[in-house]
């Protein structure tokens, strides 16, 4: 079974400042797709960003990029001038590529205070 | 708004008691997915249904059941609840095929058993 790890429960960051999320994840699979999912306060599950793991290229989206080592099982978010509506719980999620839609492992979070 | 409509939004009740949940997934999503968010805890995926078949089971208890309706809205079943069963639940559905590596998540039912 994959299992998703995130190692830092919390991290804080000054406001216009740079920080990384960390993420590591088990599977013997070579197909899957990762997500970093966003929930503020109102417990909205926000999706920031996707990988494909057959890409090499690290997706961006705006302020948000990704740092994808396939070989190191890594996949850390790198949020750039970081902004208050930046803080909250970070997820970590997997899921197989393989046929048929399937559910998604998530990580256990890491709460981001953004300190203006 | 991601499209995804989940009632009610805040649940209370007791010990012993059964709740139902209710999930209607985007227009056109196939596939809907139940996940339960225990205090400051990461989702754990319990159950997916796809076109009213269930496809797979996670986590989920036995006192807990689901099902998928004809007009493809979803239903979470709880019996049994016991405190431990507290819990922000969690709907998603997704298209099929290449397109469905996105799951869209609905708001959430807040259940709290006392």
């Known amino acids: 079974a994959q299992t998703v790890t995130q190692s830092q429960p919390e991290m804080s960051v000054q406001e216009a400042e740079t920080v990384t999320l960390s993420c590591t994840y088990d599977t013997s699979e070579s197909d899957y797709y990762l997500f970093w999912y966003k929930q503020p306060p109102s417990r909205q599950m926000i999706l920031v960003i996707r990988q494909e793991a057959y890409k090499q290229q690290n997706a961006t989206e705006n302020r948000f990029s990704v740092n994808f080592q396939k070989a190191a099982k890594s996949f850390s978010l790198k949020i750039s001038d970081s902004q208050l509506g930046d803080a909250a719980m970070y997820f970590c999620a997997y899921r197989s590529a393989r046929s048929g839609n399937t559910p998604l492992v998530f990580g256990k979070g890491t709460r981001l205070s953004v300190i203006a | 708004d991601s499209g995804v409509t989940q009632t009610p939004k805040h649940l209370i009740t007791a010990t012993g008691q059964r709740v139902t949940l209710r999930c209607s997934p985007r227009s056109g999503d196939l596939s809907v997915y139940w996940y339960q968010q225990s205090l400051d805890q990461g989702l754990q995926f319990l159950i997916q249904?796809?076109?009213?078949?269930?496809?797979a089971k996670g986590n989920i208890l036995e006192r807990f059941s689901a099902q998928q309706f004809p007009d493809l809205h979803s239903e979470l079943n709880l019996s049994s609840l016991e405190l431990g069963d507290s819990a922000l639940y969690f709907c998603a559905s997704s298209e099929e095929g290449l397109l469905g590596y996105e799951q869209y998540f609905g708001p959430g039912t807040r259940l709290t058993v006392t």
């Open positions: 249904y796809y076109n009213g078949e269930e496809r």
